[in-house]
């Protein structure tokens, strides 16, 4: 009985230490917010907020989204 409360044991704290490490691991990495913080249809061009457009060298990977000249991928609002 002992070796089961122990393996039940371990096995809390090896999840505890997962869950510790994967919030730290989630505290350090990069965060980027969804469409620059602009909100779906447009993106960050300096200051300002634009609205979404393919440009001339713009090539579609789905009906709404293309990759632009600078390897940017955006999308029509929906």
Request: with cysteine.
């Amino acid at each position: 009985m002992t070796a089961q409360i122990s393996k039940r044991a371990t096995g809390l704290l090896a999840s505890a230490v997962a869950a510790g490490a994967l919030a730290l691991g989630l505290s350090f990495a990069p965060t980027a917010s969804a469409a620059d913080g602009c909100g779906i249809g447009y993106h960050l061009d300096g200051p300002n907020c634009v609205l979404n457009v393919p440009g001339p060298n713009a090539h579609f990977i789905s009906p709404n989204c293309w990759i632009n000249v600078n390897n940017d991928e955006r999308c029509y609002a929906p």
